[in-house]
C-alpha cells in the first residue's frame, strides 16, 4: 500500500509506453469565487485540456445568503486555469450535476436548480440542459428540463438522467399529504413533461440511477424511516428510529417497476430499533452503481458504516458481495465509519473511491482520509492509495483519464481546517500514485516502468554516485524513497547525483524536462 504523508503540489502522472510522453503531476486547490468550492464533474477535451464542473457556496456574501452556484473552468495540461465563467446567478440554487456529455462535436450536462423565490412554494425547482463552449468554458445554450409539480407537496429531487432517445429522466421524493412517494417523469428536449410514475409502494431514497442496455433503469438507494425523538422514564428525549436497509430497483423504458430487492436480515441490519440518547449517524445506503464488461452490475456503497460493494446479474439475483474494512465492528462504527462513494470499470479492474472517517462523534477531532481501491473482477483488493492530509478533505468521484484517473472533491485551504474549501483536483498514474514507483512497495503487480528511451543511468546500483546520461532536454533530477518522500534533488542540469549518505535500499529517480515534465523514471539501488 501506498501511503503517502505529504502532498506534492501537482500531480498530473500520466503513465506511457514511452518516455517521450510527458508526465506532468500536479495536486492543485482553486479558490476561483471565495467560498466553499468543490469539484464535482470532470472531462477531458481538446486533447490536453479538462473541463471542470465546480460548485461554490457564497458563505461569506455581503448580504449573508447561503446560494450554491455552478461555475466551469477549463485547465491546461498542467492544471493551470485557461478559462472559466459562472453560471448560476443570484436567484438560483445550484443543487446537482450529472456527468458531462461528449454528443458530436459538442459537450453537454445536465444540472439540477432551485428558484431562490420562497413565494413559488416549491414550484421553482427545475433543471437545466446546458451546453458548454470548452473554448471559453462559457455556456453556449441551454434550455429548461421541468418538473412534475403536485399541489401540496414539496418536492427534493436530483439525478435528472439523459436517457438514449433524448428525453430526460427525474427523480424526485415528494412529502406532504403524499406521504414520501417516489415519482419518476420523463420530459422531451423542449421540456414538456411528457410522462409520469408515481411509486407510492416505494420508501426509499434514490442515490443513482443508471440506464440499462434494454433501454430500462436501474435505480439504487436505500430504504428509510425518520426517527423521532421520545421521552424515557427519566423524562430524557431518547432517539428512536428504524434502520436503513439497502435497496436497488429494476423499472422498464416507460417506468413499469419490473423487481426491487431489498437487504433485511443478519448481516444488512443489526438491530429492529435504534435507541441512543442522541441519534448517530450509522449510515446504510447505495452510493453508486456502475454496468460491468460482462454485462452484470456493481452496486457502491456502505452497510453500518463499512464499505460494500454488491455485483448483481440484470434481473437482479447477486453473483458476489464483499464487504471491506469488516475488522471494525458494531461498536467502532458508531466513532468511525468508511464509505464507498464512486466506482468504475476499466480493461476488467473496478476502480472505487471513498473515505474513512476518525473519531466520528466527536467533531472536533474528526480527520477523514480519501482513498482509491483497485479491485479485481470478483472484488478482490489489489491496492489501496491513501490520501493523507492532516485535515478532513474529501474526495467525490474519480475519472479514467489517459493513463491514469482525475480524482475531484474539496479540500480545507489551511491546517486546522478554519478556512473554507477550495475545489480540490489530483491526478494518480495508473497504478494510482502520486509518485511514480509507489507500486513497488505492494508485492501484489510488476511495476510497468517507460523504457526510458534515450537515457542512462549508471552505475547500478551503487553505493556513491550516480551518472545520468540522456539525448533529451532535462532540468532537475529527483530522489524518492518507496514510500513517496523526496529525499535528494538536484538541478541545473546535473549529471550526477551523491547517494552515499542515503540508506541502503530501493529508490525511484526521476528526470524532469523544462517545463517540469517526467523526462524518465528509473528505479535505481544503494548498496553500501
Sequence with gaps: MCKLNTFILTVFCAFTNYVRAQNIQFDRMYDDYGG??????????QDSFTLLTCQTEDLFAADSTFNRRLYFNLLDNKGNKKNGHVFSYEDQEFIYAQPIIKKGNEYFMIASYNNLDSALNGKGKYAKGIYVDVNTADTL??????????????????????????????YALYNGKYQDSIYLFWSDSLGNVIRVKEYPQLHMLVSKIIETPDRGFLLAGKEFHNGVYVPNANSELIWVGH????????????????????????????????????????????????????????????????????????????????????????????KRRALFIDIIEE???????????????????????????KLNSSGGEVWTRYFITGASNYL??????????????????TIPKYGSMDAWLIRVDINGCLIPGCELRDGIEPAPFPQ?????????????????????????????????????????????????????????????????????????????
Design 141 to 170: 445554450r441551454t434550455f429548461n428540463i421541468k418538473y412534475h409539480y403536485i399541489p401540496n407537496s414539496k418536492p427534493s429531487f436530483s439525478h435528472p438522467t439523459l436517457a438514449f432517445n433524448g428525453t430526460f429522466l427525474n
Design 347 to 373: 480493461k476488467g479492474h473496478l476502480y472505487v473511491l471513498g473515505y474513512k472517517d476518525t473519531l466520528f462523534i466527536n467533531e472536533q477531532l474528526k480527520q477523514s482520509i480519501p482513498f482509491l481501491m
Design 452 to 528: 526510458n528511451m534515450g537515457v542512462l543511468i549508471y552505475p547500478n546500483p551503487t553505493n556513491t554516485t550516480l551518472t545520468i546520461q540522456s539525448k533529451q532536454p532535462y532540468s532537475s533530477i529527483e530522489l524518492y524513497n518507496t514510500t513517496g518522500n523526496l529525499v535528494l534533488k538536484e538541478t541545473n542540469t546535473p549529471e550526477t547525483m551523491s547517494v552515499s549518505a542515503l540508506p541502503q535500499g530501493l529508490y525511484i529517480l526521476r528526470i524532469l524536462g523544462p517545463q517540469q515534465e517526467v523526462v524518465a523514471t528509473v528505479k535505481v539501488s544503494v548498496v553500501h
Design 243 to 334: 434502520p436503513e436497509r439497502l435497496w436497488y430497483a429494476k423499472i422498464d423504458s416507460i417506468g413499469n417497476l419490473l423487481w426491487q430487492k431489498l437487504l433485511t436480515g443478519p448481516g444488512y441490519e443489526l438491530y429492529d430499533t435504534i435507541w441512543f440518547k442522541h441519534k448517530v449517524n450509522n449510515e446504510t445506503n447505495f452510493r453508486d452503481a456502475t454496468i460491468t464488461e460482462d454485462g452484470n452490475y456493481v452496486l457502491a456503497g456502505f452497510i453500518e458504516n463499512n464499505p460494500y460493494l454488491r455485483k448483481i446479474k440484470e434481473n437482479g439475483d447477486l453473483i458476489w458481495e464483499r464487504k471491506y474494512f469488516n475488522k471494525m465492528n458494531y461498536l467502532d462504527s458508531l
Design 36 to 45: 466553499w468550492e468543490i469539484i464535482l464533474q470532470e472531462a477531458e477535451v
Design 396 to 413: 467525490y468521484n474519480v475519472f479514467a483519464c489517459k493513463g491514469g484517473f482525475f480524482l475531484t472533491g474539496s479540500k480545507h485551504d
